[in-house]
């Protein structure tokens, strides 16, 4: 029996273009009950990052593919197919890398060895929604002579920051800050240059702010104004606006803000023609506010979300989508005095004719630092399986 530990040191979340770095453990427990503990032998083992496009059938209409021939694996075949049994297409793959071959492990013994491989910068995010995804795995597959191959999948999350694909890092090193006490591999000092690039970017696409306003009509009157000071964010900021009713025509009697993604197929891969757009909410505040002057909402973009983003078959989309209720009355006629003596006491009618209506404002969400999006993964670091 061997064990097969593979551990992704900086967490299961990457920006495309980043060095995905993989420690891969395999072990010859030493069982204190076994009396006859023998040294075990691995022919190979090789491992392969690869992203799994699946789409829904009543959603999406897609091109026949050939991909499943390797479905079916014979008993002593070595090919190291990483996709094998899983749903959909593989849309994408680096290519495989051997970590050893003839590998023995005496009782106790462990050998460990580091896989890295640069994430591709033009493929798609991570993204598992009600018509699409799109999954990445590190795969580690390994053989004994004349027994099957097992494959070892490790899911991981890719955040997409257009933008990186088309900056140039400087060739003269000399002018770029570096620590002389440390020795940094060239690969590692440029992820991490591609880190600080983003967070660099994301900082200064998200910071800038300038106000907004909006006016909130129906077809009676002005309700009031929606103001907000910006409109692109991180996932895991908050996306805050203020309401003024104070200057409305049109009392209003309750609001909702809802944080929404809207994903759309492209026409030429849709079903049907003119099929609707999905959509999910990820966060919502509701509030009445019948007499009321101003008031606010604050709504967590989370962190797990996946940024907007477009491919050429489906597009994600962000929104704030509010909903109205006014009254079809004037202000006055939404209280009834309940008493004729000096203590008088106002209460609310017991019907009273509404009017409801929506509005959308677009927003554009960006990615996050991915050591801060890792916390909250529902993907485990480390991921083990026994041969």
Request: glycine share 6%; with cysteine.
């Amino acid at each position: 029996m061997i064990e097969v530990l593979a551990k992704l040191g900086r967490g299961p979340v990457f920006l495309a273009g980043e060095v995905l770095e993989c420690v891969i453990t395999f072990t010859n427990p030493l069982s204190a009950s076994s009396t006859s503990a023998s040294s075990e032998m691995l022919a190979w083992a090789s491992a392969q990052i690869h992203c799994q496009f699946h789409a829904s059938e009543n959603r999406v209409a897609l091109p026949p593919s050939d991909g499943s021939k390797h479905d079916v694996q014979a008993e002593n075949e070595t090919v190291f197919v990483p996709n094998r049994g899983e749903r959909g297409q593989c849309i994408l793959s680096t290519p495989p890398k051997i970590l050893f071959c003839d590998l023995r492990l005496d009782p106790g013994e462990s050998k460990s060895y580091s896989y890295c491989e640069t994430l591709p910068i033009d493929g798609p995010p991570s993204f598992r929604g009600q018509s699409v995804k799109y999954v990445y795995k590190l795969t580690i597959g390994c053989q004994r002579v004349n027994s099957p191959i097992k494959l070892l999948r490790v899911p991981f999350r890719v955040l997409v920051l257009h933008g990186l694909k088309d900056y140039h890092f400087p060739q003269d090193e000399a002018v770029a800050p570096s620590n002389p006490f440390l020795e940094e591999e060239e690969g590692l000092k440029k992820d991490s240059r591609l880190a600080d690039l983003a967070t660099e970017l994301l900082m200064v696409a998200t910071s800038r702010r300038s106000l907004h306003l909006y006016n909130i009509s129906n077809t009676r009157g002005k309700v009031g104004t929606f103001c907000i000071f910006k409109t692109v964010y991180k996932i895991g900021e908050d996306v805050i606006g203020t309401f003024n009713f104070s200057e409305g025509d049109i009392p209003c009697l309750q609001f909702s803000v809802s944080l929404q993604t809207e994903e759309s197929i492209q026409e030429e891969f849709q079903h049907r023609r003119g099929q609707p757009i999905s959509f999910s909410t990820h966060a919502r505040h509701q509030e009445a506010c019948l007499h009321t002057a101003q008031s606010s909402f604050s709504l967590p973009i989370p962190l797990s979300s996946t940024p907007g983003f477009t491919t050429n078959i489906v597009s994600l989309k962000w929104r704030l989508h509010f909903e109205f209720v006014t009254s079809g009355e004037s202000a006055g006629t939404c209280l009834v005095r309940g008493s004729q003596s000096e203590a008088v006491t106002w209460t609310g009618v017991e019907q009273m004719e509404v009017d409801t209506f929506s509005w959308d404002l677009p927003i554009k969400v960006l990615p996050t630092n991915p050591i801060l999006a890792s916390y909250v993964s529902q993907f485990s670091s480390t991921n083990s399986i026994t041969i």
